[in-house]
């Protein structure tokens, strides 16, 4: 990471479109495709003020044709241009999965390293205002699950412009995932610890880097994207009761810093994985796994426990909302009892 | 093809109660969504209030639906797009339970599990759904279980002229075309997609001529007008159901609101709206029922007091019913 000086505070948003733009500036291979990118500066402001900056050759509104410009964005990169694609919400990789599972994913190796495509894809993810199942999702799991794909997922402004500079200069797909409830939108209410401090100049953050975002000795908390926001707030209403929890943000999934999970786990030896995707076969249990192929090196004082979305489609109505997807408090009550068990 | 009077004064009231539903529920959803009752620093909050989540709205759009469902019977199919709400009312679904679909409540269409953008009412053949492009081809399924049961039931796919542009549009038009199946596709050119103008997203003028590429009848109805509607609605659900196969109609029509409620529309000329509102396509009707004597002032204020009580009758259902039992979420994955 370059050194910084100038420090203000900007909402995650605000700091995507800075990351980008201060890209495009630096290279002008890199241009963004997507709908409503343009005039509306993306639905979730993650391209706003771009199309004044640098024109629509370059900052380009595409028809609702997600098959068609994800192909483009392929092509391009094939061909040497550096294209970030929008997917609006990520809830709609269903219309152009081929193009990213079958084809961005896989060409590298099938072309034994001599394709190279450097498309990053941006996409909104996440639920908690009511958008019901086909606008809700997070879907990370399912890119993280197809070799290939660098899957990154900010928890706050700093780590996300970091991470975005990072995507664009990176040589592979890197799917690009900002939740919709830290973005710090005007329109949709969001949990603030995402907007913070903010260094104006460009600067990378490797992927592969978990970071403990709070340090604790009683339990550890593996989480990721807004996830990480709602542990931090039940952290300090637990550090009121006398549990001190210990907070790990992935940041990528792929690739997937397993010695910070490892280590913090080592270290408490109580874990809970706190997710907004579904349950079973995701990230929870993919964690679990990294855990418990390592039980001869850690010991543990407490079974593994998982808290995600119960396998059900992200319903409409607020209570069946607010029940479907962890919130502060039934993080907090997952690790109140998880501080009640014991291995022995 | 000529509308009775039963019919146009059928499809004058559909489209007074639509523009009332659309009107009412653009004044019910910011309810709980403004400052000062919401996250400070915000200046909206679309998941407050007892109509959360995102809402588009058909106000302007009315003709469209109702001069293609003046046609259609109770076994006929509709498949709507995230813009569902004149659609569905034009398809007689259930007004109340609609409405407490919206306001998540346990007596929903989908018990608050689906919301505006995803209503299925089963018993009038209605479903939408919030994801561009993807009715098209649900359309021809229904007409192809039509034809293999026999029936001459049609199958009508509405949607917006940027959802034209979709892989699965170009691709139920040809299935559609190749197997016969009795589909109306039904384009609503409301100028935009979200922010993006017709001009900018779809290389040709009209998507009425798209129909050539799939060797079936492409018609335009270059103007929003109930009865201009009805004629070329008339002609494919006929054709249909005659069983020589789909139609393909685009329909200039109005949106006189944002994309959803809350849109800034800075892309939009100001007073564009208003200016559409000046050939309102309610007016232009009620004013075809007066010349025909069919309406006065007297008769149109009391389909308006009518249409008006079971409008709002349905908002105060909707607000008076109880919320779904909170671990209500875990049911329904899978039929019983
Ligand atoms: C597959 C998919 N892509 C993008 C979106 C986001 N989106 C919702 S509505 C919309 C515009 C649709 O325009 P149009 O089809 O013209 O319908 P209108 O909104 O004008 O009624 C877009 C881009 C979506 N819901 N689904
Ligand atoms: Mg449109």
Redesign the pocket.
Known sequence: MSTATKVRTLTMAEAVSEGISQEMERDNRVFVMG??IGKYGG?FSATTGLLDKFGPDRIMDTP?S?TGFMGTAIGAAAEGLRPISEL??VD?F??CFDQIYNHLAKNTYMSGGNVKLPVVITTGIGGGYNDAA??SQCLYATFAHMPGLKVVVPSNAYDAKGLMIQAIRDDNPVVFMYHKGIMGLSWMSYFEGSTNEVPAEPYTIPFGQAKVVREGKDLTIVTLSQMVQKSLLAADKLAAEGIDVEIVDLRTLVPLDKETVLRSVGKTGRVLIADEDYLSFGVSGEIAAIIAEQLNHLQLKAPVRRLAVPDVPIPFSRPLEQFAIPQVDSIADAVRALMQLNLD | MDPTSEQLLWMYEKMVEIREYEETMAKVYLEGKLPPKIQKGLAFDIGAGPVPGEM?L?AG?EPVAVGVCAHLRREDTVVG???PHHFAIAKDVDLLAMTSEMFGKENGLGKGKGGHMHLFDPAVKFSCS?????GAPQACGAALAAKKLGKDWVAVSF??????N?GSFHEALNLASLWKLPVIFVC???K???S?E?SASTAIASNADRAAGYGMPGVLVDKNDAVAVFAAAGEAVARARRGEGPTLIEVKTD?YLG?FQGDPETYRPKNEAQHLRENDPINVLGAQLRERGELDDAKDAALRSTVSVRVQAAYEHARNSPYPAPEDALLHVFAD
Do not use: L, S, T
């Not at chain 2, 919030?130 to 993807?134: N, Y």
């Not at chain 2, 949607?159 to 034209?164: D, K, L, Y």
């Open positions: 709908e409503d639905i609702i997600e609006m919400f709609f269903g219309v086909q606008h | 588009h058909a759009q797009a995230h813009r919030g994801i561009v492009g993807a949607f917006g002229e940027g959802a034209a979709q609503e050119d409301n935009y997609g979200i993006v017709k949106r994309h």
